[in-house]
């Protein structure tokens, strides 16, 4: 009975599963050069816009442009009655015309006063006078020459024409309306929408982050185009360049404007139009990459990471980012190449554990942010 017993508890111990290591997947940091951009907020805004406003007052007789369509700088818009500008310029010319005339008599009396004073048969106050009289019908004839390059310009402006080429909008005054060159409102607004300016902010922080990267050498400015996407969720087309950066800091948010610039052949991009950009803002050499899904937080926020030394035991190690660069994220402490973190099989993982290592997944690629 005895001897039942101890075979029986033999043959228990022999069917106790036995306790296996845990195999995990890892990855080892390689560091690379990463591209980083960040997407931002903008509006798209007309590269050029002109309001059309007149620069003399009357009667507004014709519209002579259509509605919403591309106008050239120059062109003929409204047409203001041209009457009484009409007769300013004539009676200008008939006045220029009688000084002229008045200017040639006193040239003539000039010229014969000042041969008779010579021989002294007329006294040089006769002389003197006919002198100033000459001068003075030149004096009138400028003035009038002046006045009839006024009445001209009058004239001329009668015809509103297009200081800029673009797309014009709505007429805002219809034909019987009395403008004037003091009205508030503007006749139409022209905007020239090819290309297209795209306005977009960024914190100061973080455009001020940028710079002393770029000081301090760990980045390096980059010329990398800027890419758009609709308000809607697609992704325009055709990409941009970045421009400038405002040199003021608006108070209010404490953000720079920057500001790109996009072709907009087929009119796809309208001005007030909400669009994201994303901007390319340097390349970052030396960098780790870590995937996220590799990645747990502490409770206070911190990011860790199950590390495995050479000697196959794994440690729980706390580590801080920079931003996120598509699916993973860019380490800036904490981390080192060449280290292995564990990108599966860590659930239920304790620190201090002796671990199997399977194939190494491959060092993360350079990866573009979303």
């Not at 997407?39 to 259509?66: D, I, M, N």
């Not at 004073?117 to 001068?135: F, P």
């Not at 760990?218 to 055709?238: I, P, W």
């Not at 870590?290 to 911190?302: L, N, Y």
């Amino acid at each position: 009975m005895i001897a039942a017993l101890a075979l029986a508890g033999c043959q228990g111990k022999a069917d106790a599963p036995a306790r296996t290591t845990r195999q995990v997947r890892v990855m080892t940091l390689a560091p690379q050069s990463v591209a980083l951009e960040t997407e931002l907020a903008g509006r798209t805004v007309a590269s050029e816009e002109s309001e059309v406003r007149p620069q003399v007052g009357g009667v507004l007789r014709k519209r002579l442009f259509t509605e919403g369509q591309t106008v050239k700088a120059g062109q003929p818009l409204f047409q203001i009655d041209p009457t009484l500008y009409q007769a300013a310029s004539n009676e200008a010319r008939a006045n220029l015309a009688t000084a002229e005339a008045a200017l040639a008599t006193a040239r003539l009396q000039a010229q014969r006063y000042q041969q008779l004073g010579k021989t002294q048969l007329i006294s040089q106050q006769e002389v003197d006078d006919a002198v100033a009289t000459y001068k003075q019908a030149a004096a009138a004839a400028d003035a009038n020459r002046a006045a009839l390059d006024t009445a001209r310009t009058n004239l001329r402006f009668a015809t509103v024409t297009a200081p800029i080429g673009g797309r014009i909008g709505r007429a805002l005054f219809t034909p019987g309306a009395l403008v004037t060159s003091a009205q508030a409102d503007p006749l139409a607004r022209i905007q020239q929408l090819d290309p297209m300016n795209v306005d977009i902010t960024q914190s100061s922080n973080e455009y001020l982050a940028l710079r002393r990267a770029i000081a301090a050498g760990g980045v390096e400015a980059s010329s990398a185009q800027v890419h758009l996407t609709l308000s809607d969720g697609t992704a325009y087309a055709v990409p941009g360049t970045m421009e400038f950066a405002d040199i003021d800091v608006d108070q209010a948010t404490g953000s720079i404007t920057l500001r790109a610039r996009f072709p907009n052949p087929e009119g796809e991009l309208l001005p007030g139009m909400y669009v994201r950009a994303r901007v390319g803002q340097g390349v970052r050499q030396q960098a780790l990459l870590v995937p996220q899904a590799a990645v747990d937080r502490t409770p206070r926020g911190d990011a860790q990471v199950w590390v495995v030394g050479q000697d196959d035991v794994a440690h729980l190690r706390q580590f801080t980012t920079l931003r996120s660069v598509g699916n993973r994220w860019l380490v800036d402490k904490g981390l080192k190449a060449g280290e292995r973190i564990v990108t599966g099989g860590g659930e239920g993982l304790r620190d201090g554990e002796k671990v199997v290592v399977s194939a190494a997944a491959p060092a993360a690629a350079p990866a573009e942010q979303g």
